[in-house]
């Protein structure tokens, strides 16, 4: 299962994409936990997803969660399929309970309520990818899921699973 879970190839253009969406989730994520970037941190942003987004406390820290800790797991590249379906999750709540009510587009020219889903279209469609794929190349996932010699017989085997 676990061999499942990390396996992934050498691939440089998989480590792009979850290189950039990593750096964006991080952003995000830092913003909503730790206030960088002008974020509110974890105390505000609670506040606003159980006070005004009528979120669950629950849900609310495992998106917090989910953005924080996906965004470095794409960084690193570590359990990088755990770290897209956080991500997935996160943003398909965010399209049925926020964005879906002002329409596809995001709200560039500040003329509506609030932003619309093509964002979270293109990273779903990111996440979907990485689930599928893995982490790519320069990645923790593929460190460990690439085989390891075997010094005493000089041959190579796979990890145990």
């Known amino acids: 299962m676990t061999r499942k879970l990390i396996a992934t190839d050498n691939d440089a253009a998989i480590t792009v994409l979850r290189l950039v969406l990593g750096i964006v ?3 995000h994520g830092a913003q909503k936990m730790l ?10 942003t609670m506040g606003f997803f159980i006070g005004m987004l009528h979120i669950p406390a629950v849900f609310a ?3 917090i969660a989910a953005e924080f800790f996906g965004g470095l797991g794409l960084l690193f590249g570590l359990l ?6 956080g991500i997935f999750c996160n943003m398909l709540v965010a399209v049925a309970m926020v964005h ?3 329409g596809f587009f995001m709200n560039w020219a500040g003329t509506q309520k609030g ?9 779903l469609a990111m996440t979907v990818f990485l689930m599928i794929r893995g982490a790519g ?3 923790v996932d593929r460190l460990l899921s690439y085989p390891a010699k075997n010094s005493i017989r000089g041959q190579v085997r796979p990890l145990a699973a």
């Open 115 to 123: 932003e619309g889903f093509e964002f979270h279209l293109l990273a």
């Open 100 to 102: 879906h009510q002002f």
């Open 61 to 63: 820290f495992l998106a």
């Open 25 to 27: 989730f991080f952003a």
């Open 137 to 139: 190349a320069a990645s």
């Open 80 to 85: 990088t399929r755990v770290a897209a379906f």
């Open 35 to 44: 206030g960088w970037f002008g974020g509110y941190g974890f105390s505000g």
